[in-house]
T-cell receptor, first 111, second 113 residues
Framework: QKEVEQDPGPLSVPEGAIVSLNCTYS??????FMWYRQYSRKGPELLMY????GNKEDGRFTAQVDKSSKYISLFIRDSQPSDSATYLC???????????FGKGTRLSVIA | DAGVIQSPRHEVTEMGQEVTLRCKPI?????LFWYRQTMMRGLELLIY????????DSGMPEDRFSAKMPNASFSTLKIQPSEPRDSAVYFC???????????FGDGTRLSIL
């Protein structure tokens, strides 16, 4: 079992839909959780990051962490064509340790 | 503020040639990371530096790969000799020391013919 599992998609939704992106993980030591957005031919850019369990909201984006289930989610409300990108989850245990990335989910929002 | 800067953006070369990728991290960041991204394997960490010192190079695929960080504002990743299976997008990222989210450059798209 890989440390981080993420459905690669592709996921195609109509504009205005609510999008749910998810990752599961196996390492219970993970405490820091991030979502990166990667546009075509660009580097990943940090979208959200959270520590431990709970929710974090930033505009149309909400990140959720359920440590008991080892499951994290990113919700996008009122999705826009500009949200079309690959979304990568990433996580880390405490300390200056490398991030472990999911393989990314490719999202297309159709106008 | 300038982000992480990588050069070249694209590199096409023939098998057996030496390839050098360059990275300038964000000023003030003390940790630097080199990643490789492919469709099959996703984003893989190759090596990371903390305060210019290599901390973990266990992700470097083989001895053909080497990385240096001679100062806080510059790092190189070298492949010698290059092989077609090295074709990928190589990213550099930097972060503040200690746990901080990493900030990525736009990558070098490498094609080995």
């Amino acid at each position: 079992q890989k440390e981080v599992e993420q459905d690669p998609g592709p996921l195609s939704v109509p504009e205005g839909a609510i999008v749910s992106l998810n990752c599961t993980y196996s390492n219970s030591a993970f405490q820091y959780f991030m979502w990166y957005r990667q546009y075509s031919r660009k580097g990943p850019e940090l979208l959200m990051y959270t520590y431990s369990s709970g929710n974090k909201e930033d505009g149309r984006f909400t990140a959720q962490v359920d440590k008991s289930s080892k499951y994290i989610s990113l919700f996008i409300r009122d999705s826009q064509p500009s949200d079309s990108a690959t979304y990568l989850c990433a996580m880390s245990d405490p300390g200056n340790t490398p991030l472990v990335f999911g393989k990314g989910t490719r999202l297309s929002v159709i106008a | 503020d300038a982000g992480v800067i990588q050069s070249p953006r694209h590199e096409v070369t023939e098998m057996g040639q030496e390839v050098t990728l360059r990275c300038k991290p964000i000023s003030g960041h003390n940790s630097l990371f080199w990643y490789r991204q492919t469709m099959m394997r996703g984003l893989e960490l190759l090596i990371y530096f903390n305060n210019n010192v290599p901390i973990d190079d266990s992700g470097m695929p083989e001895d053909r790969f080497s990385a240096k960080m001679p100062n806080a504002s510059f790092s190189t990743l070298k492949i010698q000799p290059s092989e077609p299976r090295d074709s990928a997008v190589y990213f550099c990222a930097s972060s503040l020391e200690g746990f901080q989210p990493q900030h990525f450059g736009d990558g070098t798209r490498l094609s080995i013919l």
